[in-house]
């Protein structure tokens, strides 16, 4: 059953088109994968699909909710999260408080929530780094810090915007790791990434936006051995 | 009708004063993204800059302005290389109580040395005034509205004609590609604030002969210059200049229709709509 | 961050039984000191930790930096006085009402302004706060314009038939000051240990990413406020009613919303205690400059000759000076400690740990 729903989506700027009728569906469980050259509209469609800004035109379905016009925070309350390309820690609380605020969405407890982010800072690995300052941690716990935070809001949906961004080969396998246990626990993502290594890697399936159009969609295969995709994104590299 | 035209005339000629008083807030904004709270002050800096240039070496007041804007222009670029200068990557929100800590330095210090006494730089000219078709015109308020344009012509030829002119307003537009243009941006920065600061003394100068000049009267004019470059969109030169004679207008027609006491109020509502829907200033386009 | 959330936790009991004792102290002040001037001070020190308190919850929790904070003491101020003095409703109701009218006032206000961030914020609160300004200047039926209110006289506080204060002496004051600022800070306390207070934080530090946390940004910033306003709309009508006298250029303010903020900036935003370090610092300072108190001790001190030009000038002008000297503050703090005294102590004390390491 599709989570996810995507109908003819446009978002206009003034006269620019940043997305342009885009339509997908995601199935239950899946990940997605979203590529596409700069600027081709994917950090647009994820702030349309989690309520940054409404769609100019066309509908988003999720789980059977219209979501068009709800703000972010009803966006959260129904299950779907997103971490931000650029990460925004909450610099000068705890990565433990970090990860309580995801947590307090679901209850209104301090202890309850503690231990629902304690929970979730050791499945991403931060076990050590419980009582830091979020603003203190490298570039690379911070990614990690945003995944636990988003995965203590308990979503259903998860929509990740390059969290392997500016992150060594050893930390990005390490959260291609994150992102398959993710997976595994039964959470449907949708994955924005440069490193068209592991997009293949991960992705059941992946869209490919460019100039804020839908160029192609289907498994990693057939996306690379699309010819439009080859001409305008991958031999653009 | 004559009334009207009478409180019309004489709001463009405050608002000649009013846009300069706005646009040295504008370029500070511009360049560096810090609301200058001490602007008032330094006007008031400048009004005394004049009285005693008055008093004590019988320069009149509108002459004084060729000591006066150099002077002010120093002062200016000493306070952004002292102080703003240190709080450039600092909350916004610390860089304003920086400035509103310095205004309170300024008057205070003033009111210290001079007391508080409301000081009078009466001119020959001061209380005199003409009429034209029945519309009676006060002659300092002329003069200054016709230095005013002077100022404002050679502004906008420094910044839209010259280098440094336009390395500045390139600056405004966006500090980070300006750097990467290799326009020397701290020296922008000195330079803006410095310009700012001569331009609200010489706005100070040019209204000396017509108002008290006392330690808090900056107060005032800091709150106006926010509502004048507001109303023009934060960092727009263009806007400030007409913001200023807007608002010179809405006060002089509002004082004689709503009463002198709320017709502050009428600015200040004016003021929060446009923050409210139109962030970007009355001219502006919005962007994000 | 939080070190006396932790402290208070019970990790030590130090912290707790010290603060019992300060309390304590606090109580029985008044059965030792003599001098109403020491009170008188204390008093304005307990309001000023009121209204810093009452601030700090909106500026230095939720990073909402109003300067227009004078509006909430002067509507506070105003509705208790203006009950008492016209429509002769005791104060002990009217100091409700003027926390229901300020914080009507404050939603509002808040449902409006609080789309705006950062300086566009600070400038609408200043825009408010002037506004409230020019009309109680203007009102003249209600609030006696420029003039302000005199209070003849505050009714005698009795249950039943037992009078408990006629309000004669400044004890009483002391004493609603002292319960009030305990209450205070017990409420940062709590909040600080709450859903509220994370949330809070939260959208200090960044507003988009709590939004995106399921923190809707509008209700949290307006319960901030409604929180904040309550405890300085409670410090405009104890400060009106302690003076005994409200006019719009001392309770309505710019220079009164900039103290309060510095009362904060000064001690440290953001931290239980900040607004008490910077009250117990900013207050006795300017009060011992306007009373002349320190150009009295320069003199007397021998540096300055009473007769000399300069010790004249000193007796003259030093009182006028109390603001230069917040300006100056003001400039050093933001400058040198821009996390207020306790964070530079703290600062101060983590870098020697780290030397003693």
Redesign the interface.
Known sequence: MAILEIKHVSKFFGGLAANSDVSFEMVSGMIMGLIGPNGAGKTTLFNCI?G?YPPSRGEIIFDGHRMNGL????V??LGM??T?QKV???????VV?NV???A??RT?S?KK?REMAMEKIHVVGLGNRVKF?AGSLPIGERKKLEVA??LA?QPKLLLLDEVMGGLNPAESEEIIQLILDIKNIGITQMVIEHDMKAIMRISDRIVVLNSGEKLAEGNPQEIVSNKAVVDAYLGGE | MAVFLQSMLSGILIGGVYALIGIGLTIIFGVMRVINFAHGDVLMIGMYMTYFLFTLLHIDPFVSIVVTIPLMFLFGAFLQKVFINRVLGALPQNQILLTIGMGLVMSNAVMLAFTSDYKILSTKYSSSSFNILGISISSPLLISFAITIIITVALYWFLYRTDTGQAIRATAQDRGAAQLMGINVKRMSIIAFGLGAALAGTAGALISPTYYIFPQVGSVFTLKAFVITVLGGMGSIVGATLGGVLIGIAESVGGVYFGSGWKDVIVFMVFLLVLLFKPSGLLGTSKD | MRPFMHNMRGTSTLPVLLAVVAVAALFLLPNFVESTYALHIMILIFISIIMGSGWNILGGYTGQYSVGHAAYFGVGGYTTIILMQYRHIAPWYGVWAGILVAVAIALIIGTICFRLRGPYFVLASIAVAEIFRVTALNLKKLTNGAEGILITDIPPFKIGDVVITDFMSKVPFYYIGLVTLIIAIFATWMLQNSKLGYYFQAIREDQDAAHSLGINLTIYKNVALACSVVFTSLAGSLYGLYVGFIDPSTVLALDLSVQIVMTCIIGGIGTIFGPVIGAVVLVPFSEALRSNMIAQAIIDSGLVSENSGFGFFLKEQLSHAHVLIYGILLVVVILYMPDGILGFVRKLTSKRRKEAI
Not at chain 1, 71 to 74: R, S
Not at chain 1, 88 to 93: D, E, F, G, I, Y
């Open positions: 989690t940054y703000h972010p925070d009803a959260c309350k999260a997103r931000w925004r820690p909450l610099a000068k609380m705890s408080d309580m605020v995801g307090l969405c209104n301090l929530a300052l935070r988003v809001t």
